[in-house]
């Protein structure tokens, strides 16, 4: 689980200089709070997408604190429920995403149907890292 764990600093924002080999603080303060998270909700463990949820919040404070926002979004907010095995918030998002489609762009809705384009195919990231992966964070 470990080199799962390093790997993540290199894999969330490569490009941010934050997280770059040649600055390993990052790299370390993400790696702490993600293993600090994964041994205290072990039904969530490590996921995928909360290395970006993860390293927005190292953008904006110190690692504590990130731990403690991040332990609060998943248990106060749900988010937690992204991440859970079987997925249950995610499939509530996703469900919810396509009736809005349906509702105020059934045109769109209507050329999804046909040609067999599912939510999931494209916003279930969207969800999971709270729309942060394909965002460009430049640092100041």
Not at 93 to 103: A, D, N, P, S, T
Request: hydrophobic share 45%; aromatic share 16%; glycine share 6%.
């Amino acid at each position: 689980m470990s080199i799962v764990f390093r790997l993540t600093g290199v894999r969330t924002f490569p490009h941010h200089a934050f997280f770059t080999d040649g600055h390993g603080i990052g790299q370390e303060n993400l790696f702490n709070v993600l293993k600090a998270y994964s041994l205290q909700d072990p039904a969530v463990g490590y996921c995928q997408g909360l290395p970006f949820v993860a390293a927005v919040l190292l953008l904006n404070m110190p690692d504590e604190e990130a731990y403690s926002l991040l332990v609060r979004l998943m248990h106060s907010y749900d988010l937690r429920g992204h991440f859970l095995p079987e997925m249950p918030k995610l499939q509530l998002r996703l469900f919810q995403f396509e009736r809005l489609v349906e509702e105020c762009l059934p045109v769109l809705h209507v050329h999804f149907l046909r040609q067999g384009v599912k939510s999931s195919m494209f916003c279930s990231q969207w969800f999971l890292t709270l729309f942060s992966y394909r965002y460009r964070f430049y640092a100041l």
